[in-house]
């Protein structure tokens, strides 16, 4: 027996090794993503705080750091705190109606049926409408929102401010809509009646972010759509298959981590600026060049989401895209005309107007569109960069030099805008050109649009086509 003991004894010191080692092994890696999130948190921080302190100095870093202080809930992307468990009472149920309700939204095929679309969505409405009238305590929801515009973060903290930002902007797709996907009978309402409970908090939220649309927009649904632990909080296509709900989710990261890794972005915008108006031209080099090498990465998580195999082609228009959308208005109380104001779009996103600013380039959006769906003070940083572009101040062929280095990087930084703009011209095309018999065709962005998918795409593509002959 003993003999036999001392024949075998190697295998379970062996299997014990092994399995010490895999232990080890998964508590390094661990260890190294536990290491890897701290060295990102704080090398974050490092450039916040570091923003901060230029932020007397110059009046790209002032914009910055108000935007990170005010809307960033003190980080960039914004923190959002969609642990409602942590909200003050009376905002909790709305998170609650909306999880509730949130499963009763999407259906793998929708009926092309007009009749039973009309049931579906006043169904859903009524019950929406009954939830919030029976369980929404509007006179304590306005005592919190009137204390948070009185400056009272301590009692509405701002990440929860933002949260309850996505919370809302997300029920009012949820109520406007009603049904995933989209469909003909709801498009083609031009009024949508929506409930105090949803109406009134909207006011408030209105005027801190300065949006005046009464749709969402890229920030309040998107990007404050994730949790400070990285959770994407109000799904719109809970209970769908995977293929839908994946393609969901990474369309919506694509925009969180474009303002992640825009972040060091900024920074460096901020910095080559300064050091430009110091007349560090050397400096100021060195930030332009990092500005190049980061924006490689950047786009990167652009061309390595945005395609068929991460957000499935056959499902982001009729699952994803419709819901975003907007298309009804009100009547103007002083023109008297009715006024239509459309949903959300990647034209939105603050990367693209930073970097436009920062190249001195007209912006894309209209000032009217622009304060209808992008946040005050996202509007102030391109305007910011924009007024303080000191791209045309260089002249290398001239003076040679550092100015002809950074002349180069800056005609590098436009070269890949180019080649963005160019890939996101194909790419949405070919998204656009799906298959969606239950709709008209429209974007979230443009609302309805031309009666056939050819002519609305080529009206689309004319903006895409001039806003690269812009880019230069
Ligand atoms: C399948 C997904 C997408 C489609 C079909 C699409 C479609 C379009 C269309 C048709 C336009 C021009 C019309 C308009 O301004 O409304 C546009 C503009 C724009 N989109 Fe997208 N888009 C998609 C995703 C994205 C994403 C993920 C981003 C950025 C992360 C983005 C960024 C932009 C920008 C910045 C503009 C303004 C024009 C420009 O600066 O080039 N889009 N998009």
């Avoid at 905002?91 to 039973?116: H, N, W």
């Avoid at 301590?154 to 469909?183: G, K, L």
């Avoid at 799904?235 to 694509?254: H, L, Q, V």
Wanted: aromatic letters at 10%; a neutral charge; hydrophobic letters at 40%.
């Amino acid at each position: 027996m003993e003999n036999i003991a001392l024949i075998f004894w190697p295998i379970p010191v062996g299997l014990l090794t092994i399995v010490l080692g895999l232990f080890l092994l998964r508590e390094t890696s661990r260890g190294i993503t536990r290491d890897g999130d701290y060295k990102e948190k704080h090398a974050k921080n490092i450039l916040i705080e570091e923003i901060k302190s230029l932020a007397d100095s110059h009046e790209t870093a002032a914009v910055l750091a108000d935007l990170i202080h005010k809307d960033g809930a003190g980080s960039w992307p914004p923190r959002a705190n969609h642990d409602h468990s942590t909200w003050p009472e009376a905002l909790r149920v709305y998170k609650e109606i909306y999880l509730e309700l949130a499963p009763l939204l999407p259906k793998v095929t929708p009926s092309l049926d007009d009749d039973i679309n009309r049931a579906c969505v006043d169904d859903f409405r009524s019950c929406f409408r009954q939830k919030l009238r029976d369980r929404v305590d509007l006179v304590r929801v306005r005592d919190l929102l009137e204390a948070a515009g009185a400056g009272r973060w301590d009692v509405f903290p701002r990440d929860t401010y933002n949260a309850f930002y996505c919370c809302i902007a997300s029920s009012r797709h949820a109520y406007r809509w009603a049904t995933i996907p989209v469909v003909k009978v709801a498009q083609l309402e031009t009024v949508v009646d929506m409930p105090a409970e949803l109406d009134e908090p909207w006011t408030y939220l209105q005027r801190h972010y300065g949006c005046d649309s009464p749709s969402g927009n890229n920030t309040s649904n998107l990007l404050l759509n994730f949790g400070t632990d990285g959770e994407h909080a109000f799904k719109i296509n809970t209970g769908m298959p995977e293929s839908i709900t994946s393609s969901e989710e990474a369309f919506a990261r694509i925009f969180y981590n474009v303002e992640l890794l825009g972040l060091p972005i900024y920074h460096d915008m901020v910095l080559a600026t300064i050091r430009f108006a110091q007349g560090d031209k050397v400096a100021c080099l060195k930030h332009v060049a990092r500005i190049t090498a980061q924006l490689r990465p950047l786009l990167n998580s652009y061309y390595d989401h945005m395609h068929d195999g991460k957000i499935a082609r056959s499902v982001w228009l009729s699952h994803v895209q419709g819901f975003f959308a907007w298309g009804v208005g009100h009547i103007d109380k002083t023109s008297n005309e009715w006024v239509k104001f459309d949903g959300l779009s990647g034209n939105q996103v603050l990367l693209f107007h930073a970097l436009d600013g920062f190249l001195g380039l007209e912006p894309y959006l209209s000032p009217r569109d622009q304060e209808r769906n992008v946040p005050a003070r996202q509007r102030a940083l391109g305007k910011a960069f924009k007024k303080h572009s000191f791209r045309r101040m260089v002249s290398g062929v001239l003076q040679g030099g550092t100015d002809a280095k950074i002349e180069e990087e800056f005609s590098e930084i436009v070269k890949r805008i180019r080649v963005f703009r160019s890939a996101h011209r194909t790419r949405a095309k070919a998204y656009l050109s799906q298959p969606a018999p239950e709709r008209l065709p429209m974007t979230a962005g443009k609302s309805l649009l031309e009666p056939s998918t050819g002519e609305s795409i080529r009206f689309l593509d004319r903006f895409m086509v001039r806003r690269l002959s812009q880019t230069v």
